[in-house]
């Protein structure tokens, strides 16, 4: 596990009353390093979420100097509606902001298991963007890591009943379950927290025992997987990292494992069986990208042999916030002046670099991955449908197209779909 530095540690009563959770709280808490430690119930934590900003800074960009909050928590399981309500009523505070689980309670009713309803008809023409829904499994909120273009970094949120959660599993999933590929845990690099957190272990021991469902664990940006190569998951999970350029991961992932680190981690994973799969998310166009991008598709597959890669673009930050975050010296001079000349409105759902140059920059994506695996398939992630339109006939070359696609966390995206066979060229 990952050394935190927080200036609160604050633990939740209920973990210390349960014999599973307290020894998940006893093996995590030597590598964590607090100002001050303090055990909260529902009262003390919902005076608390001002005072120490328990949902964040609600910015983008943490650097190394801003320190974190720590939390270990718990679902709640079996709340009638009237319960629930009469918590609402007395801890509000709790439930300003479901994603972050404040309350015990997931976004949805299923505590854990959501359903990410981005690649819904509203949501596709609400937006324009095309995505796939899907169902994912959380137990954490907030990543240890300090990206310049992340607000994730503020407040370690960690549920630590994680066995009560997959004992839930059956019944929340059902039978036959409606998809084949189940996501855990893109709120964060799962791989952070481990071995001593073990949620990594609990769903890959239970994705390996039940038949037809696939597991995919977002390892991210991490390098730490040893923890992985010995557990029995007979091929029903897949792995997923997060691969950036050598200058992106250096200088604005920062305290993030390398491209090199990530790709061996990667390969460690498909020498011990692991599928495994790559975003090159998000992109970000240092200086000399284009050679930054040739060096980082050549050694994806030199170090490791990925059985499909989706792409996307830096989303979410206009220019001044780009400038704020990160050394614009690093920056590529052409991307930095489509970003001065867009609109500085707030970023909507779907916000992108402008058209013009994301367009360029996945041309040169796509004309890589062509050049160096031209049987591995490729999808875009959450992009427009104007712009899969534009690439549809290198996307026709692997049958996908943005009403029938395999990509990295879709429902039906597994490992033995035949959208994946049929997309390999």
């Known amino acids: 596990m990952r050394q935190l530095q927080a200036t609160h540690l604050l633990i939740h009563k209920d973990v210390l009353a349960d014999d599973r959770m307290r020894r998940r709280a006893e093996r995590m808490s030597p590598n964590i390093t607090a100002d001050e430690t303090r055990i909260v119930d529902d009262a003390a934590l919902n005076a608390l979420v001002d005072e120490l900003h328990l949902y964040g800074q609600g910015s983008h960009g943490v650097s190394r100097e801003v320190p974190m909050v720590v939390l270990f928590h718990r679902y709640l399981f079996g709340h009638d509606e009237a319960t629930r309500t009469e918590r609402k009523e007395r801890y509000p505070n709790l439930f300003s902001h479901p994603m972050h689980k404040l309350n ?40 240890p890591f300090r990206c310049a273009y992340c607000s994730l970094g503020w407040v370690q949120k960690l549920m630590m009943n994680v066995e009560e959660l997959v004992e839930h599993l059956d019944e929340f999933i059902g039978d036959p ?139 979410y930050l206009r220019y001044q916030q780009v400038a704020a975050t990160m050394d614009v010296d690093t920056l590529d001079s052409e991307f930095l002046a489509s970003l001065k000349g867009a609109p500085e409105t707030p970023p909507q759902p779907g916000s992108e670099i402008p058209q013009e140059f994301r367009w360029k920059l996945y041309q040169a994506v796509i004309d890589e991955l062509e050049r160096v695996s031209p049987s591995t398939p490729y999808a875009f992630c959450r992009e427009a449908r104007v712009t899969w339109e534009h690439f549809a006939d290198d996307f026709g070359r692997h049958g996908q197209h943005p009403d029938h696609y395999v990509c990295n966390c879709g429902p039906n995206s597994s490992p033995d779909h035949p959208l994946l066979a049929a997309a390999c060229r």
């Open 104 to 143: 015990g309670y997931g976004i949805s009713d299923l505590a854990g298991l959501e359903w990410r309803s981005s690649g819904s008809p509203e949501h596709r023409q609400s937006t324009g963007c095309v995505c796939q829904p899907a169902w994912q499994i959380h137990t954490v909120v907030g990543c």
């Open 177 to 315: 379950p409606p998809h084949s590929l189940y996501q855990h845990d893109n709120f964060t690099d799962i791989a952070e927290f481990e071995p001593e957190y073990g949620s990594s272990k609990s769903l890959i021991d239970y994705f390996a025992a039940r038949p037809g469902i696939f597991l995919e664990l977002y390892v991210g940006k991490s390098d730490n997987v040893d923890y992985l190569l010995d557990l029995d998951h007979r091929g029903k999970t897949t792995c997923c990292w997060s691969i950036s350029m050598r200058s992106q991961a250096d200088l604005i992932e920062r305290e993030t494992a390398s491209l090199e680190a990530r790709l061996r981690s990667a390969a460690k994973c498909q020498e011990a069986g692991y599928p495994v799969r790559f975003r090159y998310s998000p992109i970000i166009p240092v200086k000399n990208w284009r050679q930054e991008l040739r060096e980082m598709v050549e050694m994806s597959f030199d170090l490791c042999r990925p059985e499909l890669i989706t792409f996307e673009s830096l989303r």
